[in-house]
């Protein structure tokens, strides 16, 4: 069974990039039957996806963010990461790792299981 | 593109059904049968209830369905009980730029 688990700071400063993991077990993310997605939620709204790597390393991406979004992939650790850059006060919010259900022509069906989340705070 | 529209808050009473709506366009729900639905207890990761419009992952209870007519897509609740007090949000995979998009999430209350 498949756990998510995110990493890292809890606290950027403006202008600066934020940079999540999320660790994989209870699995191989080498897997053909799965993407992997970062979702994200600022505090008392509703739900963002940001963007899906496939293990291959080809990626999805939210318009409203890829300027500023890059998801990879770290094959030997189990590992994918998201960096985000060019982070202002609007980007507080819980980040969320997820297993996505692939559509074979392409994209993202589901999204499940997901890690706990982690509380992001952009602040000087 | 915008999020899908659902309903700010939705509620009932004890073992009556409640349905949650949620509409888009041509391009997400009404051309394609990649809708989920997620349940989202406070301060909890979401969980996904539906996926592919009617399907019910292992585990979840067959109080909850789903179903599709045209752009809009439904999630019922029947027998509602006090565990299912939650914001649900459906998503759904897009034909746009945008890929995939989450609607604007539903209260539900349990009265």
């Known amino acids: 069974q498949l756990q998510l688990q995110e990493s890292g700071p809890g606290l950027v400063k403006p202008s600066e990039t934020l940079s999540l993991t999320c660790t994989v077990s209870?699995?191989?993310?080498?897997?053909?039957?799965?993407?992997w997605g970062w979702i994200r939620q600022p505090p008392g709204k509703g739900l963002e996806w940001i963007g899906s790597?496939?293990?291959?390393?080809?990626?999805y991406y939210n318009p409203s963010l890829k300027s500023r979004v890059t998801i990879s992939v770290d094959t030997s650790k189990n590992q994918f990461s998201l960096k985000l850059s060019s982070v202002t006060a609007a980007d507080t919010a819980v980040y969320y790792c997820?297993?996505?259900?692939?559509?074979?022509?392409?994209?993202?069906?589901?999204?499940?299981?997901w890690g706990q989340g982690t509380l992001v705070t952009v602040s000087s | 593109q915008s999020a899908l529209t659902q309903p700010a808050s939705v509620s009932g009473s004890p073992g009556q059904s409640i349905t949650i709506s949620c509409t888009g366009t041509?391009?997400?729900?009404?051309?394609?049968?990649?809708v989920s639905w997620y349940q989202q207890h406070p301060d909890k990761a979401p969980k996904l209830m539906i996926y592919?419009?009617?399907n019910r992952p292992s585990g979840v209870s067959n109080r909850f369905s789903g179903s599709k007519s045209g752009n809009t897509a439904s999630l019922t609740i029947s027998g509602l009980q006090g565990e299912d007090e939650a914001d649900y949000y459906c998503?759904?995979?897009?034909?746009?730029?945008?890929?995939?998009?989450f609607g604007t999430g539903t209260k539900v209350t349990v009265l």
């Open positions: 997820a297993t996505a259900g692939v559509i074979t022509f392409g994209g993202v069906r589901w999204f499940d299981p």
């Open positions: 209870g699995g191989s993310i080498s897997s053909s039957s799965y993407y």
């Open positions: 790597i496939y293990y291959s390393g080809s990626t």
């Open positions: 041509s391009s997400d729900v009404g051309g394609y049968n990649y």
């Open positions: 592919d419009v009617t």
């Open positions: 998503s759904s995979y897009t034909s746009s730029s945008t890929f995939y998009v």
